[in-house]
């Protein structure tokens, strides 16, 4: 017989989330059983993106840990590719675990190994990107938001600049749900005040897919006829300020980022690239792993949600929706410093000493 687990409320970081008391396997009234020690499964996308397997991954082990000192995590990475996170859906239905986070390599290639998990009786919880099919729970950052922050900033860089109206965008992958939410939401501000002059979509956002992309647009558009561009993380702008600088583009145009890495958020010091978007990782783990103990727990994730999202294949699901954050020079010391994303001396090298203090990093 399993024994019996009753949940405190849990504070998720800045969140207003908690689950309340439940009898042990209760969910909406309904009894389920569920071993004494849950098993949960973490399945990344790819190691590409830094953040997966050195932020994310880290965070929602550890909350999962206290919240369930005797849950089992197990976990995989798919190093982008889909048929290998199919088999490892399959892997972890095997295994028999309570409870599934999934960050989903291709949402719609992914449906049937969510409804495989969902037919064996396995809550998914959808993390950061919004996966197609019967999910129990989704946790991710507002993206149309996110776009419109990146627009927003570029507008407003380029207004003081009066250099020109043509922009790049550099898109994220097209299988990835929350690069069409950034591309609608920095769409939803830039169209009708600037000119799109060319728009790209970059599969597996790829930093070498958008140097090639940018080397394109300068091709076709002229050096100096790129008055701002548009990436959609930081990876991207990456690339695209490589093209730029290898085309010998001086000044660079204003370009947005997300994401906020270490290697960007020193871009911006020195001027190369205008802002970012910083997503709190905690905070986003921190609400996924209450939902997936929750879940394993057979307890309604309702009390845990702040909102609700439908997905191709389900009704409308529990959701948390996180806020993002704008970051330019200006703001860095207020967002990433004071949150605790990286300290002054892990930023400011000698090389950008002059801009720290000028950023009022230093001095």
């Known amino acids: 017989m399993k024994t019996c687990v009753r949940t405190a409320a849990v504070a998720v970081a800045a969140l207003s989330v908690a689950v309340a008391p439940l009898a042990c396997g209760q969910t909406g009234g309904n009894s389920v059983e569920r071993e004494s020690a849950p098993k949960i499964g973490l399945l990344m996308p790819d190691v590409i993106t830094a953040r997966w397997e050195t932020d ?11 919240l369930c000192s005797d849950c089992a995590v197990e976990h995989a990475n798919a190093r982008g590719d889909v048929a290998t996170q199919q088999q490892q859906v399959d892997s972890m239905i095997t295994r028999g675990v309570d409870a599934l986070v999934l960050v989903a390599e291709d949402a719609k290639a992914l449906e049937a190994a969510v409804r495989k998990a969902h037919d064996a009786g396995i809550p998914v919880i959808s993390y950061d990107r919004l996966a197609q099919g019967p999910i129990s729970g989704y946790v991710s950052f507002d993206g149309v938001e996110v776009g419109r922050l990146q627009g927003r900033a570029l507008l407003k860089a380029m207004s003081q600049r009066r250099d020109g109206n043509q922009v790049v965008m550099m898109n994220g992958d097209p299988s990835d749900p929350n690069a069409i939410l950034f591309k609608k939401g920095a769409l939803s501000v830039l169209q009708g005040r600037v000119k799109i002059a060319a728009m790209y979509d970059t599969s597996m956002w790829r930093q070498e897919i958008a140097n090639l992309n940018m080397a394109g647009a300068i091709a076709g558009l002229g050096a100096d006829k790129i008055n701002g561009v548009y990436a959609a993380n930081d990876s991207l ?6 093209a730029l600088k290898a085309n010998k583009v001086s000044p660079l145009p204003p370009i947005t980022g997300q994401d906020a890495d270490l290697g960007a958020v020193q871009r911006i010091l020195a001027g190369e690239q205008y802002m970012t978007v910083w997503k709190s990782f905690r905070p986003e783990a921190a609400a996924a792993a209450t939902m997936a103990v929750a879940a394993a727990r057979g307890q309604s994730l309702d009390r845990i949600a702040t909102a609700k999202v439908s997905t191709v294949g389900a009704n ?5 929706l996180l806020t993002p954050v704008a970051v330019t020079a200006d703001n860095i010391k207020d967002t990433l410093v004071k949150g605790g994303v990286y300290t002054i001396e892990q930023i400011c090298t000698l090389r950008l000493s002059a801009a720290c203090e000028r950023a009022g990093l230093t001095g």
């Open 56 to 66: 994310d991954r880290p965070l929602l082990e550890k909350k999962i840990k206290e």
């Open 237 to 242: 702008a990456a690339g695209s300020i490589s």
């Open 316 to 320: 409308a699901v529990p959701a948390v």
